[in-house]
């Protein structure tokens, strides 16, 4: 049932407000209504620049992270860890928010699942995709530690973090002005919450990734929320402070922690065969056509 307007008294006082047209700019007037409502991210001040979404693939339990700089005139927007079997999901999402995808980006070279990042580009003309050099896969635009990925005037600062697999990346979020924006950090495989990736292929090490997550995730402010590629036991998110309490592996000593990965007895990923090969070339790039 549509309740007429003057039923709803609040909304019925905002439509006759004379103050409210005016605190619309020109541009954002002709956004429809449904883009202003959703653009905003929650946060206050300099967070409201920052639009953030996380998205699950319950098959391969991927999360990939859709931001966006939705003060930026163009709202340009990342996808970080898309999924091939739900790009168009996430495609029109960014679509209904009124997003300008710029970059489709990887932590790593995924074993579990196709990424997402070839078919967008096929979708959506000049979408780069994004991995690190040190993973060996092909790719519009690599990116080394040390690196800041910018979009708008938000950026994601490149950290190394190898171990899980020999290139992978955690990304963490930043403001250009130096603004105090909600602080970040999308780990890939390298930290999964109170758990880590495995570390027996892809140039796995162990001792590496114990090195990784305590020299570069480990040491960020303990409030930095942590975003991994996947979760099994339906957690979200977490902290640096909660992971370097409670992490069932990465808070033992690194001798324990080797025992602890050697002894994971993981099957290999269903898909291993398949999405190694296809994400070495950063997913697929020529899709069959539709009949
Ligand atoms: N069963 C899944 C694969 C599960 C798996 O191996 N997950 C990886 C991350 S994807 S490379 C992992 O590192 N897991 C760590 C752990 O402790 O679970 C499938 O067949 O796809
Ligand atoms: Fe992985």
Known sequence: MVLPLRLIPRLAAAARSPRAPRSISPRARSVPALTMAAAYSTGSGAGRRLLFRQLFEKE????????????????????????????????????ELGLKLVYAMNTHVHADHVTGTGLIKTKVPGVKSVISRASGAKSDHFVDHGDKLQ???????????????????????????GQPSPRMAFTGDALIIRACGRTDFQGGSSDLLYQSVHSQIFTLPKDTLLYPAHDYKGFTVSTVEEEVAYNGRLTKDKETFKTIMDNLNLPYPKMIDVAVPANLVCGIQDPPPKI
């Open 151 to 177: 979009f708008g005037n938000l950026f994601l600062e490149v950290r190394a973090t190898p171990g899980h697999t020999a290139g992978c990346v955690t990304y963490i979020t930043g403001d250009a002005d």
């Open 60 to 95: 391969s339990s991927t999360y990939t992270y859709l931001l966006a700089d939705v003060a930026d005139p163009d709202k340009p927007a990342v996808l970080i860890d898309p999924v091939d079997r739900t790009v168009d999901r996430d495609l029109n999402l960014i679509k």
